[in-house]
């Protein structure tokens, strides 16, 4: 477009101007995801903050086990779909660059989006990883928990009289 619109006349940063505003929409609608995924960001760090905050109380530590590893699960999909988002805007990016545009609002803009997507997903990396020790460890002290009541079972059974045979 950008050529036919110069082939007729028009003056060059005229015939630019279509990819500008498209650009400027791009621009305009990742900043809003940057700014969703920065909320999104937030939350997982609070779920690690309480993860964190359950694994050092002693009532806590067997609270909130991921037996399934549903919840590991959907945050590596959380994961995959933030790296895919981050492969796409740098695509744009370079379609953007193939055809010769550049502006710095594109590259700040992609900059900030891509920052985002790798904290995000730093930080759901670090909550995934909470959330295993915290299950390892609940485990271990249901487990011991477990063993402690079965031996206190049959001490209790074993203190208990015999009942009386009744001879022949």
Not at 95 to 102: T, V, Y
Request: charged share 25%; proline share 2%.
């Amino acid at each position: 477009m950008e050529t036919r619109l110069a082939r007729v006349g028009m003056p060059a940063f005229l015939a630019r101007f279509p990819v500008w505003v498209l650009c400027l929409i791009y621009c305009t609608m990742m900043r809003g995801k940057t700014a969703r995924i920065g909320r999104i960001e937030q939350r997982i760090h609070s779920w690690l903050d309480t993860i964190r905050e359950l694994s050092r109380h002693e009532k806590g530590r067997t609270e909130l086990v991921d037996l399934d590893s549903s919840m590991r699960n959907d945050i590596e999909t959380t994961k995959r779909t933030l790296l895919a988002l981050r492969d796409v805007c740098l695509d744009i990016g370079t379609m953007f660059g193939s055809i010769g545009f550049r502006s710095r609002r594109l590259t700040r803009t992609q900059q900030a989006f891509v920052t985002v997507v790798d904290e995000s997903c730093a930080t759901a990396t670090a909550l995934q990883l909470a959330l295993q020790s915290h299950d390892s460890r609940a485990l271990a002290l249901l487990r011991d928990m477990a063993q402690a009541s079965g031996a206190v079972q049959v001490t209790a059974t074993a203190a208990e009289p015999a009942p009386a045979r009744q001879g022949c």
